[in-house]
């Protein structure tokens, strides 16, 4: 009899259930091929592409030929179809379960509840032994179609959604798919094109086994693990990662090697710095109005006007008339992690982050001092108009303020406040205390996603430029009613981001889970009367608007912060600036070295080294290229995130 065969079937062979999960993997193996060749190039080339292939079909016949062995092993012990699915589900429900949670550990933070991250996660898995009991009933006659059909397309479809991350979703719809297919394909006519005898079916299993062996137990170069998280059908990559040792480990180098690429001061752990004073004279004209804007998800290139083509005419006004720093990163890629950072002039891992019922995660504990604290030592009456509730009162995020108002939308089923509901509050609360100093704070979120504010007609990036329409034109209207009003010569103005957005470049839809330029540079604008516009090519970080704006109205910068002034560029010299531009984002480290950029990411288990000036795109990795010292930078990159964390970073979010 076939080897494949089903020994229970009486008159013709039937597919067993051995083979049929051999064919189910078979069509993973089929689709991911079909999925890859489709696929537009990367960074890494073919060469990456093929051997993430080749990974990826090994990582399918290893589970090709565990499932197979295991229906083997169910066969022998006589055990009934029942039983099996049982078996099955109380193996695989909480392996999956376990694999899930940290998806959905985020959106369960922001609804103020992390257990609810576990139900979900259980509830998702059990999804998986489902699909096997739906397959098992189309089992028969032209239904089988069906379950295939349905099958092929969830093994499609899932490498185009929930793009830049999701691992353990993407995970459980292979495994749904693969089950279904499975168990729709068990006991149907065995094709005799298919029939394989016992020895040709041992020689395949042991050649599917060795395949599975040597993907399991290899480790590809980085260009395929780069290439392998950026598509988000891969399905083992990001777990398998998880086993591997710390990238940091093998990039240690001494503190005397590290001083050549980072302050020595900036290496060890110390005391504390002590206050800077404020430079003298001061800039900041009497009673002044510091109005600081951050803009959602801006990408630097907002200013480029060859690529903006005259739509941020406003932007680009200000941007003319101001101080305008073109190579400014921030220092995370997510609000909370960005902004936290941003107002205390320190890196994520340096503050206290909680867990709050409220607001998810939170800094209301973290002691840090933060802008509107320096603002109100200089005399200056704090205002903060929040345009969603997680940046409100309580949460620490950007501090406490005189005056806080969580500002609600104003059309029916918006999410959040957008600029011209947050330009006219901004407004009406300048006018009430205009004749006295005052700092004011908004953030305006109209270009994030899912990007219809300003309609759904377009690609997602023709929409966000449509929304970044809509920001340039209630900032053009904000400095115009200022004007009107008398109060342009007190003024400062700052226009700036919390991060940028990903657009599907190196795999990512949107922000939050890497440190590449597309999320990390932003515009920068600093516009002070009296202050002669010029742009900066020097690479800053936002980390240092804090110490600015201290500097500016003529209070010192407490020796904690990590940031420097930025006024001496304002005054039209060059400064040497001594702290280094680095970033954090959950695993993610990031520092810019001169014309390099180094980041090690934790949850690849990656290294990379890209050249700024040549290449801008971060498209070639250059880590064992540079003779070593690609290690020395990264080695010192990792000397200093030792030296400066305070506690292990907690999970982070996409908000």
Request: charged residues 20%.
């Amino acid at each position: 009899m076939d080897a494949l065969a089903d020994p229970a079937a009486s008159d013709e062979p039937r597919i067993s259930p051995a083979f049929a999960h051999v064919l189910a993997w078979s069509g993973v193996g089929a689709v991911d091929s079909v999925v890859f060749a489709l696929r537009p190039p990367s960074g890494g080339g073919l060469s990456a592409r093929l051997l993430h292939l080749g990974f990826e079909l090994g990582h399918v016949a290893a589970i090709a030929v565990v499932g197979a062995l295991l229906a083997l092993a169910f066969r022998r012990l006589r055990m009934r179809p029942i039983a099996g699915r049982l078996l099955h589900a109380a193996l695989i429900t909480p392996l999956l379960a376990l694999a899930l949670r940290p998806d959905f550990r985020s959106f369960a933070e922001r609804k103020g509840n992390p257990s609810l991250a576990l139900g979900l996660a259980l509830g998702f898995a059990l999804a998986v032994p489902i699909a096997g009991a739906l397959g098992s009933l189309v089992a028969r006659g032209r239904l089988r179609v069906l379950g295939l059909g349905v099958g092929l397309a969830v093994l499609g479809l899932h490498h185009a959604v929930l793009q830049g991350g999701y691992p353990g979703v993407h995970l459980g719809l292979v495994l749904g798919a693969a089950t279904l297919a499975t168990a729709a394909l068990i006991g149907a006519t065995l094709p005799a094109w298919l029939s394989l005898s016992r020895r040709m079916a041992v020689v395949a299993g042991v050649m599917g086994s060795c395949a599975g062996v040597l993907s399991l137990g290899l480790w590809p170069p980085p260009p395929v693990i780069i290439e392998a998280f950026e598509v988000p059908g891969t399905f083992l990559f990001p777990f398998l990662a998880r086993g591997r040792a710390s990238v940091a480990r093998g990039v240690v180098v001494s503190p005397e090697v590290a001083a050549a690429y980072v302050a020595p001061a900036y290496l060890a752990k110390a005391p504390g710095r002590p206050a800077i004073p404020a430079s003298s004279p001061r800039l900041a004209p009497r009673l002044p109005i510091v109005i600081l804007i951050t803009i959602d998800a801006l990408r630097a290139e907002v200013l480029d006007e060859t690529v903006a083509a005259g739509r941020t005419p406003n932007l680009t006004r200000i941007a003319h008339s101001s101080v305008a720093f073109r190579q400014a990163r921030v220092p995370g890629a997510s609000t909370r992690n960005s902004l936290g950072s941003i107002f205390a002039s320190k890196l994520s891992c340096q503050l206290g982050w909680a867990m709050d019922p409220r607001f998810g995660r939170s800094l209301r504990r973290d002691p840090s001092p933060r802008i509107p604290d320096l603002m109100r030592q200089a005399g200056l009456f704090t205002l903060h108009l929040a345009s969603f509730p997680a940046l409100g009162d309580g949460s620490g995020l950007v501090g406490r303020f005189d005056s806080e108002r969580l500002v609600t939308p104003r059309r029916p089923g918006q999410k959040y406040a957008l600029s011209d509901r947050m330009v006219d509050e901004l407004l009406a609360e300048i006018d009430t205390r205009a004749a006295g100093a005052q700092f004011a704070y908004a953030h305006l979120m109209d270009p994030h996603e899912p990007y219809d504010a300003a309609g759904l007609s377009g690609s997602a990036y023709e929409r966000w430029w449509g929304e970044v329409a809509l920001v340039d034109r209630e900032l053009g209207r904000l400095d115009s009613e200022l004007a009107r009003r008398g109060l342009a010569e007190r003024v400062i103005l700052v226009v700036s981001s919390d991060h940028g957005e990903g657009f599907g470049q190196h795999g990512i839809p949107n922000h939050g889970v890497s440190l590449y330029d597309v999320l990390v540079r932003v515009p920068f604008l600093i516009r002070v009367p009296g202050v002669m516009p010029r742009v900066v090519d020097d690479t800053v970080s936002l980390l240092d608007l804090a110490p600015t704006l201290a500097d500016l109205v003529g209070v010192e910068t407490p020796g904690e912060m990590l940031g420097e002034s930025l006024v001496p560029y304002l005054r039209g010299h060059t400064p040497r600036l001594v702290r280094p531009v680095a970033a954090d984002q959950v695993n993610v480290k990031m520092m810019v070295l001169g014309r390099f950029k180094v980041m090690l990411d934790e949850r690849k288990r990656t290294r990379e080294v890209y050249d700024l000036r040549s290449d801008p795109g971060e498209t070639r990795n250059l880590v064992g290229l540079l003779a070593g010292e690609d290690t020395r930078m990264l080695g010192a990159m990792s000397l200093f995130f030792q030296a400066q964390a305070m506690t292990l970073e907690p999970s982070g979010d996409d908000e």
